[in-house]
């Protein structure tokens, strides 16, 4: 997200508004995808965080997804193709519509590896991994646009071989990891297709889930290119960039670190050590979200101006900014009941919810897309994000296996969130 944060302008200044527009729908699909994974790196780092189980089988298991993987992007790369003679024949190169779909699927398996390193416990290493992978793909990147060619193809050139190199190296690192019994590799079985098949029928509640909640977070800039324009995309999509910040910087890695902790602690029966963990979960949450969030949104102005440098956009952005950023902070809140529920195995409840959320949100930003509305999407999304958390709470405090902790949890966090929403409520109201 840093990368991202310090990166973006400087593309948008090397490609022009016409060029980035286009990279940030290919950046919004490649979120998607990495997210819409068919349920592969939650079902490989459930069971990797509670397994008692040979590493032989954990083995196993993470070839039956990687092929279950494979498989979903050789249609996927078929689909594109035929996209490519049908539709797009004269407006994208082949080399970006066949370079995307590879990168695309060299992101997901990187992911599938590093969530399954931070499962594992292998915080260091794979947090490692992952910092010198996406910085060194967005230094040769902003290098190749500005020594060779400011163009689609060699944006996507630059990041094809650096993400090579990086899935490469991940993968190495977890088989090692996974493997590190004596016999352990030469123990693992072969998955077949029929594997791949049963392990994506296992997780069909997750596919759904994965794909609706990629879908409503990153379609939303394809609509408004495709209602309102591109130009219009742009200062959408760094107002949502900037939001994210608190969500993926900082409430994204406590989630990662106490996820698969909560997770052995529950599955082993220890309710004391899973409450605590629960309700320091919850806290570190609220810290690393709220104060960051109502700096950023206080400061919104002078940030983005520092961040983008003087564009005419900027008072756009800190508008688009000032709406979102409530509801994607109280979005962040939404990793505490989303580890219970997967806990639980409550699946199908997270498709459905998410399917419904999903086509009310998109088909309301559509609307608002073709009235040139940004500002109506906004407000839409923050809604969005605040519904998702609580739907989401209330339905694990329903549930026998993790209702305890979600109570237990939700008890902390509504005290602190009244608190520290009336102490901001009294310093406007004295400001103003």
């Known amino acids: 997200m840093l990368v991202a944060f310090l990166f973006l302008p400087l593309y948008s200044h090397l490609l022009g508004s016409s060029q980035f527009g286009v990279v940030a729908v290919i950046l919004s699909l490649q979120a998607l995808l990495v997210m ?23 083995l196993t298991l993470l070839r039956a997804a990687e092929l279950s993987l494979s498989g979903f992007y050789g249609l996927l790369l078929f689909i594109a193709v035929a996209l490519k003679i049908f539709y797009f024949s004269s407006l994208i190169s082949w080399l970006v519509v066949v370079g995307s779909v590879v990168l695309f699927w060299l992101l997901v398996m990187q992911n599938l590896y590093y969530c399954s390193l931070i499962a594992r416990r292998n915080y260091t290493l794979g947090s490692g991994v992952q910092i010198v992978g996406v910085v060194v793909r967005a230094f040769i990147t902003a290098a190749a646009l500005s020594y060779v060619s400011a163009t689609l193809e060699v944006f996507i050139i630059a990041q094809l ?12 690192l977890v088989v090692s990891v996974l493997s ?6 030469l123990q693992a079985r072969k998955p077949t297709v029929s594997d791949a098949i049963a392990l994506t029928k296992m997780g069909g509640a997750l596919v759904l889930f994965s794909a609706a909640g990629a879908a409503v977070t990153q379609l939303d800039k394809p609509i408004i290119s495709m209602f309102a324009s591109a130009s219009s995309v742009a200062p959408y999509y760094l107002a949502s960039l900037l939001c994210m910040t608190p969500i993926s910087i900082l409430a994204g890695p406590v989630s990662q670190y106490f996820q698969p902790i909560f997770l052995r602690e529950a599955a082993q029966d220890g309710l004391n050590g899973a409450q605590s963990t629960i309700v320091r979960f919850a806290l570190s949450v609220f810290f690393v979200t709220a104060f960051p969030t109502f700096i ?14 003087p564009s005419g956009n900027n008072g756009l952005i800190s508008t688009y900014v000032a709406i979102l950023l409530p509801g994607l902070a109280v979005g962040a809140f939404g990793f505490i009941p989303y580890s219970l529920l997967v806990f639980a195995k409550d699946y199908r409840f997270q498709a459905v919810m998410s399917a419904c959320l999903t086509v009310v949100t998109l088909a309301l930003a559509t ?8 500002e109506a999407v906004c407000y839409i ?4 994000h605040t519904a998702s958390t609580l739907l989401s709470w209330i339905r694990a405090s329903t549930l026998p296996d993790v209702g305890v902790y979600a109570r237990r949890a939700a008890l902390v966090m509504s005290t602190l969130v009244f608190a520290s929403a009336s ?4 310093a406007l109201y004295i400001i103003f």
């Open 180 to 185: 590190s019994g004596a016999d352990a590799l």
């Open 161 to 172: 071989i650096v993400t090579a190199v990086h899935w490469w190296l991940s993968r190495r």
């Open 36 to 58: 819409m994974d068919l349920g592969m790196s939650t079902l490989t780092g459930r069971e990797i965080s509670v397994s008692n189980g040979t590493d032989s089988s954990l």
């Open 381 to 384: 999304y923050s809604v969005y």
């Open 367 to 374: 609307f608002a897309a073709i009235g040139k509305n940004i």
């Open 423 to 426: 102490v901001f409520g009294l």
């Open 296 to 309: 950023l949104w206080w400061f919104r102005t002078p940030i983005i101006d520092l961040w983008v440098g």
